[in-house]
């Protein structure tokens, strides 16, 4: 029986910090319309599909032939063009069932996207289909969608309205595949891949936001899990067993730090890394107490912390894509003008300096900004939200560092040194504590979980690197398990009804973001773009960065404060 209680107890931390946050945030067939069940079900599969295409995209290629025009630097499989446009057609249906049933700026949004990007597709094939044959086919399929809005707007959703759609967007694609495969004796290679590639490209910026987000899935998981441990061993506080627990995780944590400070690089983890990480540490603390200031802390359950982050995740994930927008045009136009007038830039002049002064400029703006409107959501009240909120605003302020300094010294912010800047806190802490014989079972509880939040941080890329190893591209397996964590566990706001927006619509919605995302990510491992401004990866990357470090240092702060108040961690 006490042999048994150990895998007990795991299976239940396992299961209230994983499992319950899919039971509560997953889709729910609850009065569902008929047919809607078998549109999420086949959506589903699809996203099954696209994920084992991203995460064996080069064995995939390796059995598959190429498509490499001397124009373009990529090269994309031929046999799965058609796979991609399958997933790329039923996007679009999900997306142009829920504009027929959405509020009106979904419905112009959603009718125009689909409208471009079946005409861009259209006009491609005018050299071998003409231009009214060319032209009419998208007229007539948008013709036919709007004459669908006008009946059907006002009522519920169908069941054949989602197939007929989806046969509308298939037909239109269909025969541009069957054009592309005519002029390819024209062009001398095959373009519809090169299209396919360049239709993908465009509409990855669309999915950056999501893939922003999905990079605090792993901290969302390490907080849930060093909560509920929490818990558990809050309920066996009688004797010893919390000072057992402390030294254990202390233990646990030294030896971490050992192998880490084993391989200790001066040059790119010294006083470059640490003064960083310090710095940062007391920005994190000063924005505790400021909102300490305006609505109690104590009052904030950590539970309810990835909640606050969720709700911000993607909104910041677009703040960051749009603040770099300006730097784009700006790096375009000027690659334009050089390539009309090489004389444009004399002396070979490089805009790549200017370009990381006006990255980090917009990264400090937009940290204050977050930081700003952190404290003006302490002042209603939500304690929580706003230590997510400026967490971000610090993060992203942190970042750009370099700009403060007037890129004097070489500074970095690196993740493991902050984490062990709040291991060497944490341990002063429970040290002093000590001394004024003042640790608690309650006290000693709470830096346990404070510790256990940096041991399991510490080994994050746990999720990535076998896939790594395994199959030599790295990044695929972190965004995807981002992305599905994210549907699983937070698709319940599509299990209510709205006035503007309808239950239907919302699960329509929920599916189809996850699941284009997951096809930009298959695409992006199959065709081997060149890395761009606009690669996945490395905005999930950065979302880690910034809303994982964030939710860490707000998890902190919320033990910390039970810690000094001598109470347990709610």
Known sequence: MTARRPGAAVRSVVDQAVLAKVRDGRLRDDNWPYGLRAVVVVGVALCAVATVLALFGGPIRGWSDLSVPNSLTSSVPDALVWL????LAFCLALLTTASIHGPWWLSVLGLLSVG???????????????????AGIPVLAMAAMLVLLVIRRRRGLAWWEFPLLLGLIGLVLTLCLQAFATSDRLLGFRFAPIFVDQTLGLLTFLVLPAAFAAGAAVAEIAVGLTLVATRTAQRRTAGRWPYVVLSAVVVLRMVQEGRRLSGFDPVNSGWIAVLPAVGLVAAFAGLGWLVSRFAPIDAVPVASLPDDLSRIAVPVGAAVIAMLLPVYVFLFGFQIVV??????????????????????GFRVALGALLVGLALWQARRGRAG?????????????????RLVTGYRWALWLDPDAFVSVVTVVVLVIGLWLVARRALSRDRAVGLAAVLALAVLLSVRSVIVDPFEVLLGYGGVAFVLFGVIWDFLTGSGWANSDGRRIRQPVRVLLALGYPL????????????????????????AELGELVLGTSLLAAAVVVVLSAVRSNREVV
Do not use: E, H, K, Y
């Open 516 to 539: 284009l995302t997951v096809t930009i990510v298959a695409a992006d491992a199959l065709i081997r773009r060149p890395r761009t401004f606009s690669d996945v990866n490395a905005f």
């Open 84 to 87: 991609l446009v399958l997933l």
């Open 339 to 360: 390539g009309l007038n090489p004389r444009a830039a004399p002396g070979g002049f490089d805009p790549s300096p200017l370009v990381d002064r006006l990255v980090d």
């Open 385 to 401: 939200l706003a230590l997510v909120l400026g967490g971000a605003g610090l993060m992203l302020g942190a970042l750009g560092v």
């Open 116 to 134: 471009l990007l079946l005409g861009s597709w259209s006009i491609a094939t005018t050299t071998t289909r003409g231009v009214v044959v060319a």
